[in-house]
């Protein structure tokens, strides 16, 4: 499974929301600005967000969108799902429209479903316990690591 770009997007305008608390409400054009991403397709993004009850906005002056949840509780899993629906690597495990492969007989001995639902398993297990801002760190501390690397002073 490959996300999106709605979901890639979508991650990316949340990693800038939660690296910049402080700043309170962001206005959409700002963050599609610094995120180079289309502004319309950011709106839809954030308005799907919002419903999730992930972003809180506010209209007129001050307003903007602004985290609703913590990103030290919110999971990578739950913003995921909000935006792509359904993890399923195969239309049988499906949990939202769960439909049998035309080539399989038996869903109980299909060794496809079998497999693709430990690799459902696992992409689960992994993001719903990784948080925003633990993507956060670990992208900051790639950065430092990378900075460092190449620092040649003296």
Same mark, same amino acid.
């Given at each position: 499974?490959? %996300?999106?770009? /709605?979901?890639?997007?979508?991650?990316?305008?949340?990693? !800038?929301?939660?690296?910049?608390?402080?700043?309170?409400?962001?206005?959409?054009?700002?963050?599609?600005?610094?995120?180079?991403?289309?502004? /319309?397709?950011?709106?839809?993004?954030?308005?799907? %967000?919002?419903? +999730?009850?992930?972003?809180?906005?506010?209209?007129? /002056?001050?307003?903007?969108?602004?985290?609703?949840?913590?990103?030290?509780?919110?999971?990578?899993?739950?913003?995921? /799902?909000?935006?792509?629906?359904?993890?399923?690597?195969?239309?049988?495990?499906?949990?939202?429209?769960?439909?049998?492969?035309?080539?399989?007989?038996?869903?109980?001995?299909? +060794?496809?479903?079998?497999?693709?639902?430990?690799?459902?398993?696992?992409? !689960?297990?992994?993001?719903?316990?990784?948080? %925003?801002?633990?993507?956060?760190?670990?992208?900051?501390?790639?950065?430092?690591?990378?900075?460092?690397?190449?620092?040649?002073?003296?």
């Amino acid at each position: 499974m490959m %996300l999106s770009k /709605k979901s890639t997007y979508g991650l990316r305008a949340l990693m !800038n929301l939660a690296r910049n608390l402080e700043r309170g409400q962001v206005l959409i054009s700002e963050l599609a600005q610094e995120e180079r991403i289309p502004k /319309k397709f950011l709106e839809a993004i954030l308005l799907a %967000l919002k419903n +999730g009850g992930i972003l809180a906005s506010r209209i007129g /002056k001050g307003g903007g969108y602004s985290l609703s949840v913590s990103p030290r509780t919110l999971t990578i899993g739950r913003i995921v /799902k909000i935006l792509e629906g359904d993890l399923a690597p195969v239309s049988c495990l499906s949990g939202v429209t769960p439909a049998k492969c035309d080539e399989c007989d038996d869903l109980a001995s299909c +060794g496809i479903r079998l497999v693709m639902a430990d690799v459902q398993r696992a992409m !689960n297990s992994v993001l719903d316990t990784v948080t %925003l801002a633990e993507m956060v760190e670990r992208s900051e501390a790639a950065r430092l690591a990378e900075r460092e690397l190449f620092d040649y002073s003296i």
